[in-house]
């Protein structure tokens, strides 16, 4: 164990000389060529995207941004390097070192990281995840990050400005964590976007917060003090954890598998997103399908676009914006439960195509919510290569799988699937009760 470290900084201009106020993390300090990134208009354009689209007919409260919690990664991504920095500063940088273009290899990987945690949500499209799969042609929002990161018509040109030729290469090869990292720098993208990452740290936190919801609550300052580094086969350095912290990581795991359940995929968030999508597949050639599009456009420019399709638009475009913007949605009259399985998706479909031969005069919309919860490796596991065998390091360095020490993250589902059917009925119109109870029996008798 190395004595304390101070942290190390590329020049004076990256030495934290401004501070921010954040709800969450108290003030977050940066520096004045993290000032220029903070202020370009393509970051800037994130205080317009909100982090969980139309979540607000839900939760009233959730109106935070993409720019908040992308502020709020690059502090806790920070925090997270400086404490295993403390315990560990002399093997990160001998293993630093080794790279290339590294000449001073703790400020620089520290700095790589701050950039890269910074930036990592700049390639969102407006109301973030909900109409990925139709904007920019259905190319994620991380990839297009990182062609934002990269490309010289975004970000590369202040990025090599203010920290030098091939910085913008490496924060977006940071943000990807793919081939063109070496296994030496792997780290720094497990800080951001691993099993136990800045990125879910924060999300979780925050959106809990402006939710006004529990669920996502942990422990997550204790947990950073307890993360530890061990050495793997490949030279590179892998992210541990002190055994004393085993609480912490169980309570990020089930923070994580609640918030999915309760609000990422309540039914009628889900339902929004719905119309979301089909509200920009009616948009035709004026979808934004193209990188420069995308970054023209966010929540404000869209929605003042979908208000004015509400009251003056035609045909497929009036029908979806009217519904967002008068919260005229359908009720659900499905659902399989949180933990379904490939059959229950199967037997739900059929149930859907029932549903529109019986009741032929009412709109349906059949829906699959699935998303994974954690990848640990635990006992009842059979491929261990699908999975991450996160090491538990006691007082005499001793290390142990997570998932074979803990009694509770075996417990906790890996993934979240669930299957629901909509129709389109109002709140206390009889149909929606018929449509329901022939459901129900339908749902009984084909599981009998």
Same mark, same amino acid.
């Given at each position: 164990m190395?004595?304390?470290?101070?942290?190390?900084?590329?020049?004076?201009?990256?030495?934290?000389?401004?501070?921010?106020?954040?709800?969450?993390?108290?003030?977050?300090?940066?520096?004045?060529?993290e000032?220029?990134?903070?202020?370009?208009?393509?970051?800037?354009?994130?205080?317009?995207?909100?982090?969980?689209?139309?979540?607000?007919?839900?939760?009233?409260?959730?109106?935070?941004?993409?720019?908040?919690?992308?502020?709020?990664?690059?502090?806790?991504?920070?925090?997270?390097?400086?404490?295993?920095?403390?315990?560990?500063?002399?093997?990160?940088?001998?293993?630093?070192?080794?790279?290339?273009?590294?000449?001073?290899?703790?400020?620089?990987?520290?700095?790589?990281?701050?950039?890269?945690?910074?930036?990592?949500?700049?390639?969102?499209?407006?109301?973030?995840?909900?109409?990925?799969?139709?904007?920019?042609?259905?190319?994620?929002?991380?990839?297009?990050?990182?062609?934002?990161?990269?490309?010289?018509?975004?970000?590369?040109?202040?990025?090599?400005?203010?920290?030098?030729?091939?910085?913008?290469?490496?924060?977006?090869?940071?943000?990807?964590?793919?081939?063109?990292?070496?296994?030496?720098?792997?780290?720094?993208?497990?800080?951001?976007?691993?099993?136990?990452?800045?990125?879910?740290?924060?999300?979780l936190?925050?959106?809990?917060?402006?939710?006004?919801?529990?669920?996502?609550?942990?422990?997550?300052?204790?947990?950073?003090?307890?993360?530890?580094?061990?050495?793997?086969?490949?030279? @590179?350095?892998?992210?541990? *954890?002190? #055994? /004393?912290?085993?609480?912490?990581? +169980?309570?990020?795991? %089930?923070?994580?598998?609640?918030?999915?359940?309760?609000?990422?995929?309540?039914?009628?968030r889900?339902?929004?997103?719905?119309?979301?999508?089909?509200y920009?597949?009616?948009?035709?050639?004026?979808?934004?399908?193209?990188?420069?599009?995308?970054?023209?456009?966010?929540?404000?420019?869209?929605?003042?676009?979908?208000?004015?399709?509400?009251?003056?638009?035609?045909?497929?475009?009036?029908?979806?914006?009217?519904?967002?913007?008068?919260?005229?949605?359908?009720?659900?009259?499905?659902?399989?439960?949180?933990?379904?399985?490939a059959?229950?998706?199967?037997?739900?479909?059929?149930?859907?195509?029932?549903?529109?031969?019986?009741?032929?005069?009412?709109?349906?919309?059949?829906?699959?919510?699935?998303? @994974?919860?954690?990848?640990? *490796?635990? #006992? /009842?596991?059979?491929?261990?290569? +699908?999975?991450?065998? %996160?090491?538990l390091?006691?007082?005499?360095?001793?290390?142990?799988?997570?998932?074979?020490v803990?009694?509770?993250?075996?417990?906790?589902?890996?993934?979240?699937?669930?299957?629901?059917?909509?129709?389109?009925?109002?709140?206390?119109?009889?149909?929606?009760?018929?449509?329901?109870?022939?459901?129900?029996?339908?749902?009984r008798?084909?599981?009998?």
């Amino acid at each position: 164990m190395t004595a304390f470290r101070q942290p190390e900084f590329l020049t004076d201009n990256d030495r934290p000389v401004h501070r921010i106020r954040c709800p969450i993390h108290g003030f977050i300090h940066f520096s004045e060529n993290e000032l220029k990134l903070i202020d370009h208009y393509l970051v800037g354009r994130l205080r317009y995207v909100r982090q969980l689209a139309l979540t607000e007919l839900v939760y009233p409260g959730a109106t935070h941004t993409r720019f908040a919690h992308s502020l709020g990664v690059m502090e806790i991504a920070t925090r997270s390097f400086d404490a295993i920095a403390v315990k560990h500063g002399d093997k990160m940088e001998r293993v630093f070192k080794s790279v290339n273009d590294f000449d001073r290899p703790m400020a620089k990987a520290r700095q790589v990281l701050r950039v890269a945690a910074l930036l990592h949500d700049v390639g969102h499209a407006s109301f973030s995840h909900a109409a990925e799969k139709v904007v920019n042609s259905g190319i994620g929002h991380e990839e297009l990050t990182c062609l934002i990161m990269r490309n010289a018509s975004f970000l590369r040109p202040v990025l090599e400005k203010h920290y030098g030729s091939g910085f913008a290469d490496w924060a977006a090869a940071v943000v990807k964590g793919d081939e063109s990292l070496p296994p030496q720098m792997q780290i720094l993208h497990d800080l951001i976007s691993g099993e136990m990452d800045a990125d879910r740290t924060d999300y979780l936190i925050r959106d809990s917060h402006h939710c006004g919801v529990e669920y996502g609550r942990f422990d997550y300052r204790r947990m950073t003090e307890c993360l530890e580094l061990i050495e793997d086969d490949l030279g @590179g350095l892998q992210i541990a *954890l002190n #055994r /004393d912290g085993i609480h912490t990581l +169980e309570a990020l795991i %089930l923070a994580r598998y609640q918030m999915n359940t309760q609000v990422y995929h309540h039914r009628l968030r889900r339902i929004y997103d719905h119309y979301l999508v089909e509200y920009h597949k009616a948009l035709g050639t004026e979808v934004p399908d193209s990188p420069e599009k995308v970054t023209k456009h966010n929540d404000v420019t869209m929605m003042s676009m979908i208000m004015a399709d509400a009251h003056n638009g035609l045909g497929a475009r009036r029908e979806w914006a009217e519904r967002i913007v008068s919260r005229k949605h359908h009720r659900q009259v499905h659902e399989t439960g949180v933990d379904a399985n490939a059959k229950d998706i199967l037997q739900s479909k059929q149930l859907f195509e029932k549903l529109r031969q019986k009741f032929d005069r009412t709109h349906f919309v059949f829906d699959i919510a699935k998303v @994974g919860i954690h990848r640990f *490796l635990t #006992r /009842d596991d059979q491929d261990e290569a +699908e999975f991450v065998d %996160l090491k538990l390091v006691n007082r005499r360095g001793r290390k142990d799988g997570a998932g074979f020490v803990s009694q509770v993250l075996g417990k906790i589902p890996k993934d979240f699937q669930c299957a629901r059917i909509y129709a389109d009925v109002d709140r206390n119109d009889g149909i929606r009760e018929e449509i329901t109870e022939f459901a129900d029996k339908a749902w009984r008798e084909e599981r009998e």
